[in-house]
């Protein structure tokens, strides 16, 4: 055999390798394949979703006991207010109200004592 | 195909094995996809028989499911290896129980009533690879499937056939030579010189 008459051979040969690698199964076989799968399949494994617990941080607890942001924000409101009465001179918290609150006149004398009266009992110091 | 199909697509096999075994069913699709064509020109180049290599086919892939759920992905054994290897076992059972170990397919490849030239041409081819595939001993006849038209390296034969390395070389050596002597004279009939 020549060189040439084998080269050309081979060449014939890996055409038939090539005729059979294309070679696939039908597609009735494809079918009945994945109907034995599915049978030999076990059933997929559920995936349990358990919920996210978060640890709860100091705060969330103490604005949960106040019943939540909204309730906090009243209180944080209140307290703002509290603070400026007690810090402003009387006669600026009336103006703040106009000078009425509730239909209640405030009178800044009726509200705080005068500090002298606290230093001074029987008129001594 | 869904993200996950996608995503699974680029798995090899090993981890599809361990998915299906876990009961993911987009597994059985592409290891179906991968593996079947594998074990289905296998069996019909050994057997020379199309609806036995069906048959053949087939059985491995079960073998295969069932294998899944104890498939270690770390594992020594690849699911190509090892599905070669199942139908190796099969062809040789049904060779003998038929009490033949050499036997053409005469059977048409081509669908006739598809009339289609390139198709009765590649039938041909086919018929003709088979025909002279037949006349090489059965252990030769796999050691040229595996090597030269599913493309197992030599190891790897040698695992399917649980031969030794050496021998693989030898069989596929002698496997092509024989080969090619069969299909001497049929050059123009296989197209050889378009």
């Known amino acids: 055999m020549t060189r040439d008459t084998d080269t050309e051979n081979d060449a014939g040969l890996e055409r038939l390798f090539d005729a059979a690698r294309d070679d696939a199964p039908d597609a009735g076989l494809v079918a009945r394949v994945l109907v034995d799968a599915e049978a030999a399949q076990p059933a997929q494994s559920a995936t349990v979703h358990r919920p996210v617990v978060r640890r709860r941080g100091w705060l969330a607890g103490v604005v949960e006991t106040l019943g939540g942001w909204g309730a906090v924000g009243g209180v944080t409101a209140a307290g703002i207010m509290g603070l400026s009465i007690g810090l402003y001179a009387p006669e600026t918290v009336v103006d703040w109200v106009g000078g009425e609150a509730l239909g209640v006149q405030f009178v800044s004398d009726d509200f705080t004592p005068d500090m002298a009266d606290l230093w001074l009992e029987g008129d001594d110091v | ?194």
């Open chain 2, 1 to 194: 195909m869904g993200q996950d199909g996608r995503d699974l697509e680029a798995l090899d096999d090993g981890t599809l094995m361990v998915l299906f075994g876990n009961g993911a069913p987009e597994a059985a699709r592409l290891l179906t996809e991968r593996l079947l064509p594998r074990a289905f020109r296998h069996a019909a180049r050994v057997l020379g028989d199309r609806d036995g290599a069906e048959d053949v086919a087939q059985e491995a892939m079960v073998r295969l499911w069932k294998a899944a759920a104890d498939w270690r992905k770390d594992g020594a054994a690849q699911p190509a290896t090892w599905l070669h290897k199942v139908v190796a076992n099969l062809v040789i059972d049904r060779l003998r129980r038929s009490g033949r170990s050499v036997e053409i397919g005469d059977q048409e490849f081509a669908d006739p009533a598809s009339g289609a030239e390139a198709r009765l041409q590649e039938g041909a081819r086919l018929s003709a690879l088979d025909q002279a595939l037949a006349s090489l001993p059965e252990r030769q006849r796999q050691a040229v499937v595996l090597r030269h038209i599913e493309g197992l390296s030599n190891p790897e034969i040698a695992e399917v056939l649980e031969i030794g390395v050496e021998a693989v070389e030898s069989l596929t050596a002698r496997g092509k030579r024989a080969l090619k002597a069969a299909l001497e004279g049929q050059k123009e009939a296989l197209g050889y010189d378009t």
